[in-house]
Nanobody, 122 residues
Framework: QVQPVESGGGLVQAGGSLRLSCTASERTFSSYVVGWFRQAPGKEREFVATIEWSGGSTSYADSVKGRFTISRDYAKNTVYLRMNSLKPEDTAVYYC???????????????WGQGTQVTVSS
């Protein structure tokens, strides 16, 4: 069992960048698949990006491909989501989640953080 904790959200202008962090106190966090999801007001939670436990494989939603990069630092027990060229439609609460299956589906992730707000102004 792990408890992911997100940080790094905030307010940024369109075209700007942010880096989100997801960490956990449990060392076993490094052995989990970690995904980022987001939920905008009035919309369902959606997949953003995921990284396999070894860091060797990553996947992205089409809407963020080429702009967002997911990575992990094992020494810091942290997974990052670097977000460049942000758009107003990227505004959402971003959630980090851990699971055992490399997947883009929400139900495959068992452990969830509380979320961090990202707001992109036009």
């Amino acid at each position: 069992q792990v408890q992911p904790v997100e940080s790094g959200g905030g307010l940024v202008q369109a075209g700007g960048s942010l880096r989100l962090s997801c960490t956990a106190s449990e060392r076993t966090f490094s052995s989990y698949v970690v995904g980022w999801f987001r939920q905008a007001p009035g919309k369902e939670r959606e997949f953003v990006a995921t990284i396999e436990w070894s860091g060797g494989s990553t996947s992205y939603a089409d809407s963020v491909k080429g702009r967002f990069t997911i990575s992990r630092d094992y020494a810091k027990n942290t997974v990052y989501l670097r977000m460049n060229s942000l758009k107003p439609e990227d505004t959402a609460v971003y959630y980090c989640a851990a699971g055992v299956r490399y997947s883009v589906y929400i139900n495959d992730y068992k452990y969830w953080g509380q979320g961090t707000q990202v707001t992109v102004s036009s």
